[in-house]
């Protein structure tokens, strides 16, 4: 069964960087799309990019400014950073698995979560 | 940005009976070449991630029971729960997978009446 575990600090300071990793189990990362999403309770569910194995991206064009993943297949990682945060980044960070056939996919395995707070 | 309105916001069935949930996106997610409409259906239940449900908007999840079912096309999509058991109790959620970005309707919860 895939497993995946959101892993970074729970709490960031305005305008400094968040990093988030997740690290995936019981399953490849090769051939795999990668994806991160959001939840708050202002604004729901927000998808915020995916990454293939091979390292090609996809972002949500309101956060392609602030925002960098990267993957890392020997560690079975992938990785996500949103720089110059707000109190607006204040949410639930999921990663989440799609499936191998494109980079437009349904969601199949998803992390806990990590609670992030946005706060001096 | 493809707008996913879902409704009701929420809803209270009494057990056993029928939950019906709409979505409707702002245009379609109908990709015509391959017949499928990209759209899927998440339940999420209190302190938990998201499950996904239904992908190609009619396409149950292994290991999801069969009491659940997606239909539409297009732009109008429907999830049914066809009796509702006392572990449905959740907030409910579509997502458009044809365009970026995803997009996920705002959610409906659904309670025991």
């Known amino acids: 069964q895939v497993q995946l575990q959101e892993s970074g600090p729970g709490l960031v300071r305005p305008s400094e960087t968040l990093s988030l990793t997740c690290s995936v189990s019981?399953?490849?990362?090769?051939?795999?799309?990668w994806n991160w999403i959001r939840q708050s309770p202002g604004k729901g569910l927000e998808w915020i990019g995916n990454?293939?194995?091979?390292?090609?991206?996809k972002y949500s064009p309101s956060l392609r400014s602030r925002v960098t993943m990267s993957v890392d297949t020997s560690k079975n990682q992938f990785s996500l950073k949103i720089k110059s945060l707000t109190a607006a980044d204040t949410a639930m960070y999921y990663c989440?698995?799609?499936?191998?056939?494109?980079?437009?996919?349904?969601?199949?395995?998803w992390g806990q979560g990590i609670l992030v707070t946005v706060s001096s | 940005d493809i707008v996913m309105t879902q409704s009701p916001d929420s809803l209270a069935v009494s057990l056993g009976e029928r939950a019906t949930i709409n979505c409707k996106s702002s245009q379609s997610v109908l990709y015509n070449s391959k017949n499928k409409n990209y759209l899927a259906w998440y339940q999420q239940k209190p302190g938990q991630p998201p499950k996904l449900l239904i992908y190609w908007a009619s396409t149950r999840e292994s290991g999801v029971p069969d009491r659940f079912s997606g239909s539409g096309s297009g732009t109008e999509f429907t999830l049914t729960i066809s009796s509702l058991q006392a572990e449905d109790v959740a907030v409910y959620y579509c997502?458009?997978?044809?365009?970026?970005?995803?997009?996920f309707g705002q959610g409906t919860k659904v309670e025991i009446k």
């Open positions: 997502q458009q997978y044809y365009d970026t970005p995803r997009t």
């Open positions: 019981g399953g490849p990362m090769t051939s795999f799309y």
């Open positions: 989440a698995r799609g499936p191998s056939y494109g980079p437009n996919g349904y969601l199949e395995y």
């Open positions: 990454i293939y194995y091979a390292g090609s991206t």
